[in-house]
């Protein structure tokens, strides 16, 4: 788009400039031909016709009055028109500066013209892009800049171009010329020179005084913010603490920004700086008063929470952490649009619109954070799990740290942390530990095949009183008369017998409630299972009741003659078999 005409030098454009000046450092200088030895003086082509105007006009404008014949030939002056040729030169110069830069390339020369057979070109609208010229013209241009081939073979803008091209330039008055070629930087030292050679050294150190205070100031604002805050967190002031932590960081921007305007006072800015300067200083305001804003619906949803809803419940926590955050994305979100659209002067719409094919690709790509976005709301309705809660998925156990808009934290039993995207709890079971009222155990004790009728029945006896016993219930949390321990003569093993035994252990404290927000769990049960086992080895030891293990009876003899009778009678057994199939044959 063209740059808007302003008595101060856009910021790109200033980029621009200082993008030119360090080329320049780079590159040979690329001079402009002397006046008396022209690069381009003919009208052979559209290309060599328009270049000729453009470079004896630029002469002219510089006061060199040798060139106005060669930008005078490029057209004629229809007689009856009442036009003065330096009046068209002047429009037709203006026009050309408002378009795209003209490079002599995209214009056709002597072998396009010869190739092509071309009698007429037509520069504008046909010739540049033009779209936005359309956007910014009052009114829509009606005329068009064309040129023709005369029968002496000679290329000169058209009559009508001439005749129309006042008004043109007048449809064209809100576009600002282009910056002029030979400038190469000197916008860019016009506007950051004076401040380096006018300043005085004092000014320089003011600048690095005032910003160091103000930093200083800011920290120990911020610093004293939070220390007022954990004091009154620990009298039992929440709120009031979560306020002062929320104004923090917006009065320590507040307060750079207000010690950097001051000390920069003394320094030589001019009209474009200037600007800047209070833009600057617009922008930092809207930054603090939007993070400020969503500080304040932060802390509201925080206070609303302590004081209409009840702190101790794991699900309103919960859901109240996820609103504060999505809050927190709306109002930021919101707030930096306004900004971008309104401080910056970016048209997003335009933006967005002419990225096309990159706005499709991120809508794409952002397919799985509307699933993961889905996700954390199915979370928070069919509460499958709270922070806190003890989960199993994809054969790995942890405990929930965090559930946000996008994923999931789990610190498994190993330490790490695991992230999961929340878009899976729509589609994947989850196993929730911390729900159990209680864990059944089984058992299988197994003791030898000697073991005696009666210690078989004061083993059974033995586990029945060890798991009735008010040790092993009181660190169980189970009542026998609810949950009565079974212990049974299951079945018999390859070299044991097997005694089968089920009981409880409860999650909670109270033996009623499930492992939620308690201190038991996987490690407590198995501390529990230790106790339980050793009382089994002592009262079973005390007892003279042993335990199996794996065992092979061998049975060997030492009489020569029955070992004699077993060998013949081996090798009857073989020439019997080896007669039988002759005797079936008869």
């Known amino acids: 788009m063209a740059r808007p005409s302003t008595t101060s030098s856009d910021f790109f454009e200033l980029l621009e400039s200082g993008g030119d000046l360090l080329i320049s450092l780079f590159r040979p200088q690329d001079e402009f031909p002397p006046v008396d030895q022209p690069r381009w003086d003919s009208l052979d082509s559209p290309r060599h016709t328009v270049q000729t105007f453009l470079e004896a006009m630029r002469h002219l404008e510089a006061g060199r009055n040798e060139a106005r014949t060669r930008a005078m030939k490029t057209f004629s002056i229809p007689a009856e028109s009442g036009l003065s040729a330096e009046q068209v030169a002047g429009d037709l110069k203006a026009v050309l500066d408002r378009l795209p830069e003209i490079s002599p390339g995209v214009l056709p020369g002597r072998e396009q013209v010869a190739e092509h057979d071309l009698r007429r070109y037509e520069v504008f609208p046909g010739g540049v892009d033009h779209q936005w010229i359309w956007e910014r013209a009052t009114p829509a241009p009606r005329n068009t800049i064309a040129l023709v081939r005369n029968e002496e073979g000679a290329w000169q803008f058209e009559e009508a171009t001439v005749r129309g091209i006042s008004e043109l330039r007048g449809n064209l008055r809100g576009i600002p010329p282009r910056a002029k070629e030979d400038q190469r930087g000197e916008l860019f030292l016009e506007t950051f020179g004076p401040v380096f050679e006018e300043t005085p050294w ?14 200083l100031i800011a920290w120990g604002g911020v610093a ?68 400020l804003l969503v500080q304040v619906v932060d802390l509201i949803v925080f206070a609303s929470r302590h004081a209409l809803l009840n702190d101790g419940d794991v699900y309103m926590r919960m859901g109240t952490t996820m609103l504060r955050r999505a809050m ?54 069919n509460r499958p799990f709270m922070v806190g809660d003890w989960i199993a998925y994809d054969d790995r156990m942890g405990e929930v740290m965090d559930v946000s808009l996008q994923v999931t ?24 530990l911390s729900l159990r009222k209680y864990l059944r155990r089984e058992m299988n004790i197994q003791i030898p095949y000697d073991t005696q009728p009666e210690k078989i029945l004061r083993a059974q006896e033995l586990l029945r009183e060890i798991l009735t016993s008010e040790d092993v219930t009181a660190d169980g949390k189970c009542r026998p008369e609810e949950k009565t321990p079974s212990i049974s003569f299951s079945h018999f093993g390859e070299y044991f017998l097997n005694l089968r035994v089920y009981y409880w252990y409860f999650m909670s404290p109270s033996g009623a409630g499930t492992q939620r927000q308690t201190e038991r769990g996987w490690l407590s049960y198995l501390d529990h299972c230790s106790l339980v086992n050793q009382q089994i080895v002592e009262r079973f030891n005390d007892e003279g009741i042993e335990f199996a293990f794996p065992t092979q009876s061998l049975q060997l003899s030492d009489d020569p003659q029955r070992e004699l009778h077993l060998q013949m009678k081996e090798q009857a057994s073989e020439e019997d078999d080896q007669q039988a199939p002759a005797s079936k044959a008869g």
């Open 202 to 215: 004092w000014g320089w150190f003011a600048l690095l005084l005032g910003a160091s205070a103000g930093i």
């Open 224 to 291: 004293g913010c939070r220390k007022v805050s954990l004091t009154l967190e620990e009298r039992g002031h929440p709120v009031a603490g979560q306020a002062f932590r929320a104004m923090g960081f917006p009065l320590a921007i507040l307060i750079v920004a207000f010690s950097l305007l001051v000390a920069s006072g003394p320094l030589s800015v001019g009209v474009t700086l200037g600007n800047y300067r209070w833009q600057a200083i617009e922008l930092t305001l809207l930054i603090a008063f939007g993070w």
């Open 328 to 381: 927190r994305v709306i109002v930021g979100g919101i707030l930096a649009i306004f900004i971008i659209q309104n401080a910056l002067d970016v048209n997003l719409t335009a933006v967005l619109g002419g990225l096309g094919l990159a706005t499709l690709a991120v809508s794409l790509a952002a397919q799985d954070a509307i699933k993961n976005l889905f996700g954390a709301l199915m979370v928070f309705i």
């Open 409 to 432: 934290r789990v610190r498994l039993l190993s330490g790490e942390v695991w992230t999961i995207p929340n878009k899976h709890f729509t589609e994947e079971a989850i196993e929730n």
